[in-house]
């Protein structure tokens, strides 16, 4: 219907999450009004994030830079690493400055299911790093799902002869969350962990 | 927070229209996970159709060739022409396989707030049209709006002296349409605009 280069790259951006092909048409329109000005900046933008872009040689975190600017960082606590399952929890984190420390990306979940087991997660370099750098505490921040109970568990019993302390996230109501809106198992969750005031 | 070429990746596509800022970031994190399969080929498709795509110099669609794809196409009939307010509502007619004919985009509607007077649009190219290729047939494919409904009534008069036939698009109840929920002053057309069966 179209000629080639506009079909094409309202398929290319089709495909990106979050974007349909009404969307990705729209958006392709409203560039083309504007080349120069939207689609070469767009263009030069992706060129250079994919040129630069590579996974921290020491955390997983992506970045322009290996080490990334967090464990390039000498304000960081680096004997207080928090373990994610990928570099999407790890941006959530930092967009919360919830953490002081540094962090490692374990790049997935052990998943029966899944068939992803330890050895396809980023945990020898995890320990290599506790026994070379002297970590204190390791923050298990890993989702409150099956997989993620799973591998903390798992991490828990491969941590312990390193010594160092093992935490995990608080599980509760969510800040500004209404109970009656609540899933059970979050509610029921909340109200065993309930803590003195 | 994060080091540039990610930022300023994030922060050009959440400018896009239907991307915000998660659906930015969400769209960057999957797109580092394979740069040279997902954000090269998309860098090339912006670069090409930035070179490529321009206005039709006869109709005034965007693409890759002047004539557009339509206008150069032997199999439409030239003698019926389909005004449209802009790129995006030619492509929509042509999705609905709605017209056989070629289009003439306006490039806007008149508007007395918005301050867009008869010369801002493409109105005396369309009359060029009528007068060298024989056109018999102008259908008005404009929107069911108070800038619409001017802009429509407005050609009517200019295209008079050129003894072409003006036509607009029925207006009523959507296919699939339930009534309850359409607007008042939909229903109403529709019911006064009521044909026998």
């Known amino acids: 219907m179209h000629n080639d280069p506009i079909e094409h790259l309202i398929s290319l951006l089709s495909r990106l999450p979050g974007l349909g092909r009404r969307s990705a048409r729209r958006a392709v329109l409203k560039m083309l009004m504007d080349p120069a000005g939207k689609m070469l900046p767009l263009a030069d933008a992706l060129r250079a994030a994919a040129d630069s872009v590579r996974p921290c040689e020491v955390c997983g975190n992506l970045d322009a830079e290996s080490p990334c600017h967090i464990c390039s960082d000498r304000h960081r606590d680096r004997k207080l690493v928090c373990v994610v399952e990928g570099v999407a929890d790890l941006w959530a984190l930092e967009r919360a400055h919830a953490h002081r420390g540094t962090y490692h990306v374990l790049g ?40 993620g109970a799973t591998t903390a568990h798992y991490l828990t019993d491969r941590l312990k002869p390193t010594g160092c302390v093992v935490t995990r996230l608080a599980q509760g109501v969510p800040i ?22």
Do not use: C, N, W
């Open 176 to 197: 500004g969350g209404a109970l009656d809106v609540l899933d059970d198992g979050t509610l029921a969750a909340a109200f065993k962990a309930r803590r003195p005031l």
């Open 108 to 147: 997935g979940l052990l998943s029966a299911l899944g068939g992803t087991g330890p050895d396809d997660l980023s945990i020898s370099p995890l320990l290599r790093r506790i026994e070379g750098d002297g970590i204190e505490e390791v923050i298990l921040a890993l989702p409150a799902t099956v997989d």
